[in-house]
């Protein structure tokens, strides 16, 4: 039996990560187009994980692409899977957070409702002023406060390390940061 190798077809060799990485660095559009075609399967089985919507998904692998373009002359080429992968679960925490906060807002309407008949109807008007002031003044804070405070008085109350992983903040700087959050919403409110 003899064996026939056929040599007319040369093997096309796979660029290795380091050189795609150099390659998308100088701007190279096929390094870049080989590179999301290797690392693709990885962001999207990171999203899977997360069980968000498509269009969630479909966001987060973008955003991911989006940074490693803008990170890409700081990254090691040898870390990159693992980087992407970090990446990953860090924008499917952010879009979690946001679908939150978005409930959040939705249930903080509830205060501004209109009293039962049995209540007053001045009670009522100031109720609704002091709701409307309340979003004003937390509208004054800036985004990160504003999530710390819908989150550390959620009802019920989310876990600090619950609140840690969702706003990618050590736990032992939420109450700090919760408690100056507090202290400028009382000055915006003049209370």
């Known amino acids: 039996m003899t064996i026939t190798t056929d040599t007319s077809t040369p093997r096309v060799r796979q660029p290795d990560t380091a050189s795609l990485v150099a390659a998308a660095q100088d701007g190279d559009h096929q390094a870049w187009r080989t590179l999301v075609d290797r690392y693709a399967r990885l962001v999207w089985s990171i999203t899977r994980d997360f069980r968000i919507s498509d269009s969630d998904a479909a966001d987060v692998a973008q955003t991911t692409w989006l940074r490693l373009f803008e990170h890409i002359h700081r990254i090691d080429p040898e870390r990159v899977a693992p980087w992407l992968a970090t990446t990953a679960r860090r924008e499917c925490l952010r879009v979690l ?9 939705y249930e903080d309407d509830s205060f501004t409702e209109i009293a039962d008949g049995s209540a007053a109807v001045d009670e009522s008007l100031l109720s609704h002023e002091r ?22 008085m959620a009802d019920p109350p989310v876990p600090y390390a619950e609140i840690s992983a969702t706003l990618d903040m050590p736990i032992g700087s939420i109450g700090p940061l919760r408690a100056r959050s507090l202290a400028k919403l009382r000055k915006l409110l003049d209370y």
Do not use: F, I
Not at 97 to 105: I, N, S
């Open 97 to 105: 957070a946001q679908r939150k906060r978005m409930l959040l807002t």
């Open 131 to 152: 709701a409307q002031a309340v979003r004003r003044a937390m509208a004054g804070l800036p985004e990160r406060w504003q999530q710390l405070l819908h989150l550390s």
